[in-house]
């Protein structure tokens, strides 16, 4: 029979992790398929581990680690494919966000050859209404920078063991979950479904972490702001050609241009161009010293006892 893995990050997600396995194992058992719940505790401060820990105690199907540390969705995202033996693989939030029911939807897809299935937002569910403007925001520039729509598309999907393989095995530790598994390709599908409301705890991102996230999907999949650096020296050296005749000319006709204002204009706009231009060089530098030093995308410092055999990959390699 064929095996269901369902990745679940959770960072202080405490109260959620037992109400999260009963809902899931009852559908599971309910509709007759084989199952693994793999939590992966983002370094959480709270007890989510324990949490976990006694989850699996108690089902044999819950598996779990814990990170040393705070690393990030997309790693917990990823370790989480590196624990998954299934033959099919659900990513999800562990909040239930995702509604557990639209699973066997992906499920049944699966069966008939769909290797992803692609879960889409019908809408963002009762979120503020800042939160929808700086994601639709966020999403609007990430879906020019990538080209694909951004905006209803989400991190809940499924895939087939073939895909995971293949995410597994990209050498960069920089990853944008989401958007790899357009890149990926493959026979694709997708499922509309409406965000739930949480029902303990709240959400962990802050307008500022959003942004950083912004920027560092779109850097690590787009080299779009590199180009617009060229663009704006292009227009700039246009522009400069323009002046320089200008000023030519009217100094030839003895009414040079008036001093200070002109040159101070000229050093601030210039100088402005220059400092962004660097940062974003700058910020590419810095994505390829990150990648070049080659550190793992997670530490893991514990998993549950069920999951010991199981260690592969990136953790196995470091210990
Ligand atoms: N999450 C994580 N690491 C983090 C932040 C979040 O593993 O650093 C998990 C979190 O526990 C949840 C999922 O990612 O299962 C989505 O997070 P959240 O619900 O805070 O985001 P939202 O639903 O508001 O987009
Ligand atoms: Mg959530």
Request: with cysteine; proline share 2%; charged share 20%.
């Amino acid at each position: 029979m064929a095996l269901l893995s369902v990745v679940l990050p959770a960072y202080n997600e405490q109260q959620n992790i037992a109400y999260t396995t009963e809902v899931l194992s009852g559908l599971f058992e309910q509709n007759g398929i084989d199952y693994e719940l793999i939590f992966v505790s983002d370094g959480s401060s709270d007890a989510t581990y324990e949490e976990i820990e006694k989850a699996a105690a108690a089902n044999h199907r819950v598996k779990g680690a814990q990170f040393s540390r705070n690393f990030g969705k997309e790693a917990g995202i990823f370790a989480g494919l590196e624990l998954s033996s299934g033959d099919a693989v659900v990513v999800m939030d562990c909040d239930l966000q995702h509604p557990p029911e639209t699973i066997l939807t992906m499920w049944q897809k699966w069966q008939e050859g769909v290797e992803i299935v692609e879960g889409v937002k019908s809408d963002r569910g009762k979120e503020s209404i800042f939160y929808r403007m700086s994601a639709g925001l966020f999403y609007k520039i990430m879906s020019r920078l990538i080209k694909m729509d951004m905006n209803a598309s989400s991190d809940f999907k499924l895939l087939d063991r073939k895909v995971v393989n293949v995410l597994l095995s990209l050498p960069e530790r920089n990853t944008f979950f989401r958007a790899l598994t357009f890149w990926a390709g493959f026979r694709s599908e997708t499922v509309e479904y409406e965000v739930q409301e949480r029902r303990y705890g709240s959400s962990k991102w802050s307008l500022w972490s959003l942004m950083r996230y912004a920027i560092s999907n779109a850097t690590s999949f787009s080299t779009l702001p590199l180009q617009i650096v060229t663009f704006a020296g292009i227009a700039s050296i246009f522009f400069s050609i323009a002046l320089a005749v200008q000023t030519l000319v009217r100094f030839l006709m003895g009414a040079s241009v008036e001093g200070f204002t002109t040159v101070i204009l000229l050093i601030l706009i210039i100088g402005g161009m220059i400092m962004l231009s660097l940062g974003i060089i700058g910020h590419y530098i810095a994505r390829i010293y990150e990648e070049v030093k080659g550190r793992p995308r997670y530490i893991i410092s514990k998993v549950t006892d069920n999951l010991q055999g199981n260690i592969v990959g990136e953790w196995k390699k470091r210990v």
